[in-house]
T-cell receptor, first 114, second 110 residues
Framework: DTEVTQTPKHLVMGMTNKKSLKCEQH?????MYWYKQKAKKPPELMFV???????INESVPSRFSPECPNSSLLNLHLHALQPEDSALYLC?????????????FGDGTRLSIL | QKEVEQDPGPLSVPEGAIVSLNCTYS??????FMWYRQYSRKGPELLMY????GNKEDGRFTAQVDKSSKYISLFIRDSQPSDSATYLC??????????FGQGTRLTINP
């Protein structure tokens, strides 16, 4: 079991739906990340939160909206997604925002857009 | 040229063999190097994490970094069927980003 918990594990939604992905860590980490991973490809960075502030947005479409309510929680709000957004969405955390600490990943939410 | 190059395989070896997984990188800035293991339908699991040139050992796993050649390797001794997974090399890019290789799919045959 990983120390980064993601819910739900699977999500199927229509293109007009609104849903949210949730991520939680209790390791006291102050940096949290969202990645998108397509089949047989490496993870691609979407967003980085450092000390609960958005520090990196990798030019992600506005239909993805991240939120960091506190240092342990990270949400990804989804609205009007496209079929090509179907992927594994991974959350990760690290002790701080410096590259000297490794990132630890959750098991992801497998998202399918109908 | 990609910043981290990794042969995607697939790689298939018999149980008990020594496995060698390799990556090359192109940027020489201050950085850390990682190896992750990813099982099907799971997230990447951190295996090894290092900064310095040289070897770092953890059980059956050895990570090797050669900064002069810009080459990073992962060796698995006494490979087991449970080691069958995709192995991702990664390095830091700036303070908060990771750059991943393509991942190598490894199968250990009993």
């Amino acid at each position: 079991d990983t120390e980064v918990t993601q819910t739900p594990k699977h999500l199927v939604m229509g293109m007009t739906n609104k849903k949210s992905l949730k991520c939680e860590q209790h390791m006291g980490h102050r940096a949290m990340y969202w990645y998108k991973q397509k089949a047989k490809k490496p993870p691609e960075l979407m967003f980085v939160y450092s000390y609960e502030k958005l520090s990196i947005n990798e030019s992600v479409p506005s239909r993805f909206s991240p939120e960091c309510p506190n240092s342990s929680l990270l949400n990804l709000h989804l609205h009007a997604l496209q079929p090509e957004d179907s992927a594994l969405y991974l959350c990760a955390s690290s002790q701080d925002r410096q590259g000297s600490q490794p990132q630890h990943f959750g098991d992801g939410t497998r998202l399918s857009i109908l | 040229q990609k910043e981290v190059e990794q042969d995607p395989g697939p790689l298939s070896v018999p149980e008990g063999a020594i496995v060698s997984l390799n990556c090359t990188y192109s940027n020489s800035a201050f950085q850390y190097f990682m190896w992750y293991r990813q099982y099907s339908r799971k997230g990447p699991e951190l295996l090894m994490y290092t900064y310095s040139s040289g070897n770092k050992e953890d059980g059956r796993f050895t990570a090797q970094v050669d900064k002069s050649s810009k080459y990073i390797s992962l060796f698995i001794r006494d490979s087991q069927p449970s080691d069958s997974a995709t192995y991702l090399c990664a390095k830091t890019q700036g303070a908060q980003k990771l750059v991943f290789g393509q991942g190598t799919r490894l199968t250990i045959n009993p």
